[in-house]
């Protein structure tokens, strides 16, 4: 098949051919069909994930056919349309018993744990716990941002936030997740807030629904401005970035007995960010992690999708080949352009 390979981090992936995936007994194969092009890959490329081993294959949100499935495989067959979460479950250990497969302690990952989407084929482990199935009506492009952005928001807004109609939400980080939280926040009833460097990016925030919009980037004090916008404070604030400085802002723009749910990834350097305890104390805040959903909870999410009150295809910007994805990966950090970037030629 052929597949985005990086041999060194932080040097130049390049595409190759390399062999095609057999199933384990318990896992399936999958052709790809489109696949999102992640901060998180970027991370894996950089050398920050501990689990990534060289050489590697990025990518882990992305839709596609089942081509082939292991033979204790029973859920599942050859052909049906599929997606899945960004972490494979093992389905036994105490925390997949009690429905907690987000956190399952011997999960696995593609494209860090093992070889991902950035290919023309990906395995996923113990399928029928992990594999999700998709609508008809629902395309290959905007299903592949389901498996990480999109039910990472979902989550984080109505499991974690439980936010509910007429309160205030505050959305740090207006990339793949922010926006999703955005769009999912809006379809809940919250008046949403916004927060971005990039005019771009808030530019589509406010046409995805969000009532206010902060431009971090001009505005002195952003804790502040959220604030004054929401007259005294926000009850749920998600940092979808992932930055100290986010984190700091998102738990100084909470109201009394808010919520702060950290999404976004601090990891190298930024892992162990100082934080505003005495507020968190003073102001008895809930500070909260979320991680990706679990394959159980797509039901709540695609029936608003097909319902047409969640539409994650207006999260798409451009859609690339293979070989683009190479550059596309490369120059993340210096930002590419609004939406959700997709590889859907391979």
Excluded: K
Aim: aromatic letters at 6%; hydrophobic letters at 40%; charged letters at 20%.
């Amino acid at each position: 098949m052929r597949a985005v390979l990086f041999e060194q981090f932080g040097e130049t992936p390049r595409i190759a051919t390399v062999p095609d995936p057999a199933p384990p007994p318990h896992g399936a194969v999958i052709e790809v069909r489109a696949t999102g092009v992640c901060h998180s890959d970027w991370h894996a490329w950089m050398g920050h994930d501990p689990d990534v081993r060289l050489p590697h294959v990025p990518g882990h949100e992305f839709a596609g056919l089942v081509r082939e499935v292991g033979r204790d495989v029973r859920r599942f067959a050859a052909g049906e349309r599929v997606t899945a979460p960004f972490v494979s479950a093992c389905g036994a250990c105490p925390e997949c018993r009690r429905g907690d497969q987000q956190v399952c302690r011997d999960q696995t990952q593609p494209g860090f744990t093992h070889w991902g989407s950035f290919a023309q084929y990906v395995v996923i482990d113990h399928a029928d716990v992990n594999l999700v199935r998709l609508p008809a009506s629902l395309r290959f492009d905007a299903a592949a941002s389901l498996g990480c952005r999109f039910v990472t928001a979902f989550r984080a807004v109505v499991d974690q936030g439980r936010v509910s109609p007429s309160q205030w939400l505050a959305v740090h980080g207006c990339g793949g997740v922010g926006l999703s939280a955005v769009m999912i926040g809006c379809a809940a009833g919250a008046r949403v807030i916004a927060i971005d460097v990039d005019e771009r990016q808030l530019d589509l925030a406010r046409s995805l629904g969000a009532a206010v919009t902060v431009d971090a980037g001009t505005v002195g004090d952003v804790a502040g401005a959220v604030v004054e916008a929401s007259g005294g404070g926000v009850d749920v604030s998600i940092d979808a970035l992932g930055h100290p400085d986010t984190c700091a802002n998102s738990i100084a723009s909470l109201q009394r007995m808010g919520t702060h749910i950290q999404v976004g990834l601090l990891l190298a350097e930024q892992a162990r960010p100082p934080l505003p305890m005495d507020r968190v104390i003073a102001y008895e805040l809930r500070v909260v992690g979320s991680h990706g959903m679990q394959a159980h909870r797509y039901r709540p999410m695609l029936q608003l999708i097909e319902s047409g009150r969640l539409r994650p295809e207006r999260l798409l910007g451009r859609t690339i080949t293979l070989e683009q994805s190479v550059e596309a990966l490369a120059t993340m950090e210096s930002g590419s352009g609004p939406g959700v970037t997709v590889v859907t030629e391979f």
